[in-house]
């Protein structure tokens, strides 16, 4: 499994006004949504192409296009939804593919509740999009997911990551065939008791959303 923390000015600059507490709603998701962009430009550095002929006004040239079959991103829900702009206006080809994932509080295990994907992934690239890599168990379970439907190649992208949730990643992933990346805008010090990532920005689902 590779990771990738981001280290630019920039997402940096972002990042901290995402945590901080006195940004409002509207203010984070804006935030967000500009922080997965810079993310998703790191995350797509190997995304398939093919060679693609065409005619400049002065003369022909080979460049490429995006290989098929496309890539597919997936947003875990709730709080992935609050990426998916930002990584499609990037990627605006690729397919959509939903999977509800929900922590349990006490436990901390993760669950799926609601799937909408293709069957078979033979082949595709999948980028995933969960903002908070806390535990691990949800992008865990997620990506096991994903590979059990035959994805050859799997991106994962948080705004941010605790060092407990790449260790289980690295754990569920680490001799893995298929190749499992994770980019990070950041990486944190710890969990709390709660299963917080600190000093982290919060419940990222409340801060998109509010408490519902
Ligand atoms: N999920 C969140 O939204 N925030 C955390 O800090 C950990 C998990």
């Known amino acids: ?74 947003p875990i829900l709730r709080a992935g939804l609050g990426m998916l702009d930002g990584m499609v206006r990037l990627l605006p080809t690729a397919e959509v593919g939903f999977l509800g ?40 379970a997620a990506i096991n997911y994903l590979l059990e439907r035959g994805a050859d190649d799997i991106t994962a992208i948080c705004l941010l990551a605790a060092p407990e949730g790449l260790a289980a990643m690295q754990a569920a992933f680490g001799s893995s065939d298929v190749p499992v990346t994770v980019v990070t805008a950041g990486l944190d010090e710890r969990l709390n008791e709660l299963g917080y990532i600190v000093p982290g920005l919060g419940d990222a689902g409340d801060r998109l959303y509010g408490v519902v």
């Open 1 to 74: 499994m590779r990771t990738h923390v981001a280290d630019h000015p920039l997402i940096a600059h972002k990042l901290t006004a995402l945590r901080d507490e006195r940004t409002d709603s509207p203010t984070f998701r804006r935030l967000a949504d500009e922080l997965v962009t810079l993310l998703a430009y790191e995350a797509t550095r190997d995304v398939r192409t093919e060679p693609n002929q065409i005619r400049t006004p002065v003369a022909a040239t080979t460049g490429v296009r995006l290989a098929s079959p496309k890539p597919l991103v997936v």
């Open 101 to 140: 994932m929900i922590r349990d509080e006490a436990t901390l295990l993760a669950s799926t509740y609601a799937t909408r994907l293709p069957d078979d992934l033979s082949g595709r690239q999948c980028y995933v999009l969960d903002p908070m890599l806390a535990t691990g168990g949800t992008l865990v």
